[in-house]
């Protein structure tokens, strides 16, 4: 990330097409303009709210927050095949008694 020229660490925490939640360890102000970067994307926005560590960032135009985060842009039937392999096959409920 990037603030009035100065260079500093940050980890995205949370990501959605207008901006993102961001932990460092010195956040900008609020009304700050930042730059945020990660490989070749980029997004310019200005800090919206801030408390402790933590930061909100609105984007000033459009982004894809799968970039942002490293995640692959997937399909929903992916996402549903994972969520099935991740549920128990039998599940008993409610919890039989001895």
Do not use: Y
């Amino acid at each position: 990330m990037t603030v009035d020229g100065k260079a500093m660490p940050v980890t995205i925490a949370n990501a959605s097409s207008t901006g993102l939640m961001v932990r460092c360890d010195s956040p900008p102000d609020i009304g700050a303009r930042v730059d945020v970067e990660r490989g070749d994307a980029r997004v310019s926005g200005k800090v919206v709210w801030r408390r402790g560590r933590r930061f909100g960032f609105h984007s000033t135009g459009p982004m894809d927050p799968a970039v942002l985060v490293g995640a692959q842009p997937r399909d929903a039937l992916d996402l549903l095949l994972d969520k099935q392999d991740r549920v128990p096959s039998r599940i008993a409920w409610p919890p039989r008694r001895k």
